[in-house]
C-alpha cells in the first residue's frame, strides 16, 4: 500500500533550500518517490496554519521504501544541506490499502 512522506517548511536560506530541492528531488526518484504536493501554501480551512510554512507530499510505492529512501546514502548528501536550509516537521503515513 502506498505511504506519503508529509513535510511541514520553513525556508531558512532560499539558495540552500533550492540546493537542497535538487538533491532531495534525486533520490525520492531513485526509490520510487514522486511528489504529490510540492512547496504548496495551505489554506487553513479549520485552525490556523503560519503563513511562512508550506506543505510537500512525497508518494512512495510503500512505508518500507520510504524509509530506505530516508537512510540512503542519495539522501544524506541533502540532509547535511537541509540542516541550514530548512526548519521542518516530517512525517510518515500509510496510505489507505484499495
Do not use: C, H, N
Not at 20 to 31: C, G, M, N, V
Not at 70 to 88: P, Q
Amino acid at each position: 500500500m502506498p505511504a506519503y512522506v508529509i513535510s511541514e517548511v520553513e525556508v531558512l536560506d532560499e539558495e540552500l533550500a533550492d540546493t537542497y530541492r535538487t538533491l532531495a528531488e534525486a533520490s525520492i526518484r531513485r526509490y520510487g518517490g514522486r511528489y504529490v504536493v510540492r512547496g504548496a501554501a495551505p489554506e487553513a480551512m479549520e485552525g490556523s496554519w503560519p503563513s511562512s510554512q508550506r506543505v510537500v507530499v512525497v508518494e512512495f510505492p510503500d512505508a518500507d521504501r520510504a524509509r530506505e529512501w530516508y537512510a540512503s546514502s542519495e539522501y544524506a548528501d541533502a540532509l547535511k544541506v537541509r540542516k541550514t536550509a530548512l526548519e521542518r516537521r516530517l512525517l510518515l503515513v500509510e496510505g489507505v490499502a484499495e
